[in-house]
């Protein structure tokens, strides 16, 4: 079996010395279902931009992905459909003009979005885009004041409780709600026979008791503040719009998030920016830079994952054997080198004292790093700072920002330290925990400890990884599995808890360890492979796909090779499943493995078909090195 173990890393890395860019990034799509698609249709129809070409592309991709009952789903296995996504499948596809209502694939679609409970069962974020296009009325009452961006950081919760996702999403919002802001234009379509005439305000907004207490006390915290209140309103639109502004990447977008770029754009409209404004144009501009071509079809990413992408395969062709002096690695790290932040961003807010030198996702962030992306670009460059000892100064800037990134229960956060206020539990927001915390997770923590341990000096004993292990040990769930916040879902937490656990020096007889791989032994395939539904997330626990795919055998492979210091028959299986199906090209191949949203947002990393079987067959090569 070694001998195919063997041949099949070369061919992987063959595979992927081909696909590298000039510049010496990975640019794998970063592909997130259609509704980017739509909202680009959407945007450009808005602002009366005629890109016809691009209207037409994307157009052809909504329509290929429509199920034959007229629904559009984020994953396979999704049931029947999804009803946001075939409502915003819809809008875009009635405004671009290219498709009637008549039209049959239009007809089943309404029929769908009807008998699933219209519009107004639709996500919040669709509800949002639906009222500042003109296809619904905003709702009279809207459960963040602008003022909140007023309170200072003292206040229990403050405008730098949210995360920075949130923070870039919700800013426009609130300009947007506050101004009752509406867009329609002489070819906006008619999506009234998708609301009854009782439901023209489809947004809900659950009022608990404690919401209203909590509300009152924003009120009281506002009327605190000093200044007549037109003016205080006045104050926090302008703050609103410079946080915005202040903001904006190399690129014209909004911290590089197609969403929050959307969004801004409709913001400075409402406060009297023309549709041809420079900053218009440039937004635009960057968001059609995110366009990729899948299978000869155009789709507009969410954002680009260039460092993602470059810095976790630099560090998996090295574990393959491929040295820090090939060319493929040199280009990829100097890359990886010329995209370290030098900027302070907002995480400064929670954290004062550290300097920049993190690294972030996307090829134009320069602002907002985050945890993962720095420890994997470390990996990746680890090897060259020793041979290389000008660059030690990055690797340093790298480490130091990192551990400042610490939250105060241990474990690491994405992108802001401690913004994981119980109290945002109370906003009536759907989905608030996943759009507005950035809490502390073991997909983030275990590779962080994974990093720290094979990559630094740091004594086992030192004081953030004993307490990064208690957090670890404290979150583990009762069937001895991990939940990954930004992978699906359970197999990814677990993989990134257990092999970080083991490169701090935490031993197999460990009981959380055992826990773990006595349960990814028990939801192996009869095939020897892995798979995970997308639905564990939202029903908060493991849901088993019945298929196995290619990444999620990967990680559990390498979390059970961490372990073991024998081959096991759960090894060897899953090492046979890995070499017989490397090459497989069907819908588990294509099926999302990244997260965002619980029951939303849906990541399909082109990349991670390579990335992980590389490391799992690296890694299996390396601790056993007898043939068999």
């Given at each position: 079996?070694?001998?195919k173990?063997?041949?099949?890393l070369?061919d992987?890395?063959?595979?992927?010395?081909?696909d590298?860019?000039p510049n010496?990034?990975?640019?794998?799509p970063?592909?997130?279902?259609?509704?980017?698609?739509?909202?680009?249709?959407i945007?450009l129809?808005?602002?009366e931009i005629?890109?016809?070409?691009?209207?037409?592309?994307?157009?052809?991709?909504i329509?290929?992905r429509?199920?034959k009952?007229g629904a559009?789903?984020?994953?396979?296995?999704?049931?029947?459909?999804?009803?946001?996504?075939t409502v915003?499948?819809?809008?875009?596809?009635?405004?671009?003009?290219l498709?009637?209502?008549?039209?049959p694939?239009m007809?089943?679609?309404?029929?769908?979005i009807?008998?699933?409970g219209?519009?107004?069962?639709?996500h919040?974020f669709?509800?949002f885009?639906?009222?500042?296009?003109?296809q619904?009325k905003w709702p009279?009452?809207?459960?963040?004041?602008?003022?909140?961006?007023?309170?200072?950081t003292?206040?229990?919760?403050?405008?730098?409780?949210?995360?920075?996702f949130?923070?870039?999403?919700?800013t426009?919002?609130?300009?947007?709600a506050?101004?009752?802001?509406?867009l329609?234009?002489?070819?906006s379509?008619d999506l009234s026979?998708?609301?009854?005439?009782?439901?023209?305000?489809?947004?809900?907004f659950?009022?608990s008791?404690?919401?209203?207490s909590?509300?009152?006390g924003?009120?009281?915290?506002v009327?605190?503040?000093i200044?007549?209140?037109?003016?205080l309103?006045?104050?926090a639109i302008?703050?609103?719009?410079?946080?915005?502004?202040?903001?904006?990447?190399p690129?014209?977008?909004?911290?590089?998030?197609?969403?929050?770029t959307?969004?801004?754009?409709?913001a400075?409209?409402?406060?009297?920016?023309p549709?041809?404004?420079?900053?218009?144009?440039?937004?635009?501009?960057?968001?059609?830079?995110?366009?990729?071509e899948?299978?000869?079809?155009?789709?507009m990413?969410?954002?680009?994952a260039?460092?993602?992408n470059?810095?976790l395969?630099?560090y998996a062709?090295?574990?393959?054997?491929v040295?820090?002096?090939?060319?493929?690695i040199?280009i990829?790290n100097?890359?990886?080198?010329?995209?370290q932040?030098?900027?302070?961003g907002d995480?400064?807010?929670?954290n004062?004292?550290?300097?920049?030198?993190?690294?972030?996702?996307?090829?134009?962030?320069?602002?907002?790093?985050?945890?993962d992306?720095?420890?994997?670009?470390?990996?990746?460059i680890a090897?060259?700072?020793?041979k290389e000892?000008i660059?030690?100064?990055?690797?340093?800037?790298?480490?130091?920002?990192?551990?400042?990134m610490?939250n105060d229960?241990g474990g690491?956060?994405?992108f802001?330290k401690?913004?994981?206020s119980?109290?945002?539990?109370?906003?009536p927001?759907?989905?608030?925990?996943y759009?507005?915390?950035?809490?502390s997770?073991?997909?983030?923590t275990?590779?962080?400890?994974e990093?720290l341990?094979?990559?630094?000096?740091?004594p086992?004993?030192?004081?953030s990884?004993k307490s990064a292990?208690r957090?670890?040990t404290?979150n583990?769930?009762?069937n001895?599995?991990?939940?990954?916040?930004w992978?699906?879902?359970?197999?990814?937490?677990?993989?990134g808890?257990?092999?970080g656990l083991r490169?701090v020096g935490?031993?197999?007889?460990?009981?959380?360890?055992?826990?773990?791989?006595?349960?990814?032994?028990?939801?192996?395939n009869q095939d020897?492979?892995?798979?995970?539904?997308?639905?564990?997330?939202?029903?908060?626990?493991y849901?088993?796909?019945?298929?196995?795919?290619?990444?999620?055998?990967?990680?559990?492979?390498?979390a059970?090779?961490?372990?073991?210091e024998?081959?096991?028959?759960?090894?060897?299986n899953g090492?046979?499943f890995l070499?017989?199906?490397?090459?497989?090209?069907d819908?588990t191949?294509?099926?999302?493995?990244?997260?965002?949203m619980?029951g939303d947002f849906?990541?399909?990393y082109?990349?991670?078909?390579y990335?992980f079987?590389?490391l799992a067959?690296s890694?299996?090569?390396?601790k056993?090195p007898?043939?068999s």
């Open positions: 079996m070694l001998d173990v063997n041949i099949n070369h992987l890395i063959e595979k992927v010395r081909k590298q860019s010496g990034s990975w640019k794998y970063f592909e997130t279902g259609i509704s980017t698609d739509c909202y680009m249709i945007l129809r808005s602002l005629n890109d016809e070409k691009l209207v037409q592309q994307l157009t052809e991709r329509l290929s429509q199920e009952n559009w789903k984020l994953f396979y296995d999704e049931g029947d459909g999804n009803l946001s996504a915003e499948a819809y809008y875009a596809l009635l405004y671009s003009g498709i009637k209502k008549t039209d694939r007809k089943r679609a309404k029929s769908f009807v008998k699933n219209g519009l107004k069962k639709s919040m669709t509800k885009m639906l009222a500042l296009t003109g619904q009279t009452f809207f459960p963040l004041p602008l003022e909140i961006l007023l309170l200072p003292s206040f229990p919760i403050h405008f730098y409780s949210f995360s920075e949130g923070r870039a999403n919700l426009p919002i609130m300009i947007l506050d101004k009752k802001f509406q329609r234009t002489k070819n379509p026979e998708l609301t009854s005439k009782r439901e023209e305000d489809v947004f809900e659950r009022h008791p404690e919401w209203r909590f509300y009152s924003i009120q009281q915290a009327k605190g503040l200044g007549l209140p037109t003016h309103h006045q104050l302008e703050q609103a719009r410079q946080y915005m502004l202040r903001r904006i990447e690129d014209g977008t909004f911290l590089g998030y197609f969403s929050s959307f969004l801004m754009i409709f400075l409209l409402s406060l009297g920016y549709k041809n404004h420079l900053l218009i144009r440039n937004a635009v501009n960057g968001l059609k830079t995110m366009k990729t899948i299978n000869g079809q155009t789709h990413q969410y954002t680009t260039d460092i993602w470059t810095s395969l630099g062709l090295q574990e393959a054997g040295p820090a002096s090939d060319p493929m040199k990829a100097h890359y990886l080198f010329n995209r932040h030098y900027k302070y995480w400064a807010i929670q004062p004292t550290a300097l920049p030198g993190g690294w972030g996702f996307a090829d134009m962030n320069t602002i907002h790093p985050d945890v992306d720095t420890t994997s670009s470390l990996r990746s090897r060259t700072i020793k000892p660059n030690r100064q990055s690797w340093q800037l790298g480490l130091q920002w990192l551990m400042t610490q229960d690491w956060p994405a802001e401690n913004t994981d119980k109290l945002l539990s109370l906003l927001i759907e989905k608030a925990e759009i507005l915390t950035d809490p997770s073991a997909d983030v275990g590779r962080t400890l990093y341990g094979k990559y630094t000096n740091l086992k004993d030192h004081p990884i292990i957090w670890l404290n583990q769930e009762e001895g599995s991990w939940y990954g916040r992978g699906i879902c359970y197999i990814y937490g677990t993989w808890a257990v092999t490169a935490v031993l197999p007889t460990y009981s959380a360890i055992k826990k773990a791989i006595i349960w990814l032994e028990s939801i192996q020897g492979g892995w798979g995970e539904s997308c639905r564990s997330d939202s029903k908060n626990k849901v088993p796909l019945k298929t196995s795919t290619l990444t999620h055998t990967a990680w559990a492979l390498d059970l090779i961490s372990v073991s024998k081959r096991t028959k759960a090894i060897d090492i046979r070499l017989e199906n490397v090459d497989r090209d819908w191949t294509n099926y999302p493995k990244g997260q965002g619980a849906y990541i399909h082109h990349s991670y078909r990335i079987p590389l067959l890694h299996y090569q390396k056993y007898k043939k």
